[in-house]
């Protein structure tokens, strides 16, 4: 496996990722989430249009050529952050390579970047349902800090928990 930077040329293979490991995760339990129905295109185009971004780093874990997972982080956006602070929006890994260290990997590579642009604490939400992702983040080293917020783009306005991490060691 190998671990690498992206850019909107994997547009179309993260999106697959993506995809997958949601509809692993949450099909089945979180009405239309992922989004059912033919938005391949527009869902491609946006991860394009995000990778293009100055402020987005994503790296992508590959092997033999196939994109089996992704981490992408960037300033964070909550209204409570400081400039020192960063977000990890996405950590997502092919659910056929599930529990073969991608995840570790690609977590480790995106908290070193993090470091590498100076940031001293990395923030993320975690749906409360994903138990299998907050399992992973405690054993990482993230705390849950109390924040709560209502994840808008699910029908059922599923509750996230904010997790941190300092990076200053």
Do not use: Q
């Amino acid at each position: 496996m190998a671990l690498r930077d992206a850019g909107p040329d994997d547009a179309e293979a993260i999106e697959f990722v993506h995809y997958a490991a949601r509809e692993a995760v949450y099909g089945g339990k979180v009405v239309d989430w992922p989004p059912p129905g033919p938005d391949r295109p527009g869902r491609v185009e946006r991860w394009r249009t995000w990778l293009s971004s100055p402020d987005v780093s994503c790296i992508v874990a590959e092997r033999d050529g196939r994109i089996l997972g992704f981490c992408t982080i960037r300033p964070s956006r909550d209204d409570d952050a400081s400039e020192s602070e960063v977000e990890m929006p996405t950590l997502y890994v092919d659910p056929d390579a599930w529990g073969r260290g991608l995840g570790r990997a690609l977590c480790d590579a995106c908290v070193a970047r993090a470091k590498d642009r100076g940031f001293r604490t990395l923030t993320l939400w975690v749906l409360a349902m994903n138990e299998r992702a907050r399992r992973f983040y405690d054993a990482f080293g993230f705390e849950p800090d109390g924040t709560t917020k209502i994840d808008e783009g699910t029908t059922e306005r599923l509750v996230a928990h904010r997790y941190r991490l300092s990076l200053e060691s």
